[in-house]
């Protein structure tokens, strides 16, 4: 009567992808699923997820995510969907788009801002948008 499909082997092991301190990848990064990031990227990076910047990890480029938590180091274009969340070790320079935001006391923010409460991202086809929801 009710018929589940079975989960493939990633949905039942989560979908976290991770990049371990002491590696550094160069190029761009485009993931469905959420990343955690405590290596170094010097690239672009892309999902449909989240972002995590672990207290070692550093990225420089251009980031378009849904949300974002950033304890490392960020030097780029920031582009998130819903919430930003800087935690008080990070060091973010650069341009932010997002569509909210969390800054712990103590982060350093050299940062141009911009808070969109409805940013639509474009993230399926490659193209940021910064197009508002009606």
Request: charged share 25%; glycine share 12%; with cysteine.
């Amino acid at each position: 009567m009710f018929e589940k499909s079975p989960k493939s082997y990633t949905d039942l092991l989560g979908k976290t992808n991770r990049i371990v301190e002491g590696t550094t990848l160069t190029g761009d990064i485009i993931s469905p699923a959420d990343f955690r990031l405590d290596g170094h990227l010097v690239g672009n990076f892309q999902s449909k997820g989240k972002i995590v910047i672990g207290p070692g990890g550093s990225v420089k480029g251009d980031i378009i995510c849904k949300n974002a938590d950033i304890e490392g180091k960020f030097d780029g274009k920031i582009e998130v969907q819903e919430i930003l969340n800087i935690k008080s070790k990070a060091h973010i320079h650069g341009e932010v788009i997002c569509g909210k935001l969390s800054v712990e006391p103590g982060a350093e923010f050299s940062a141009t801002c911009v808070m969109k409460p409805h940013l639509k991202s474009m993230i399926s086809d490659g193209k940021s948008s910064e197009e508002k929801t009606t």
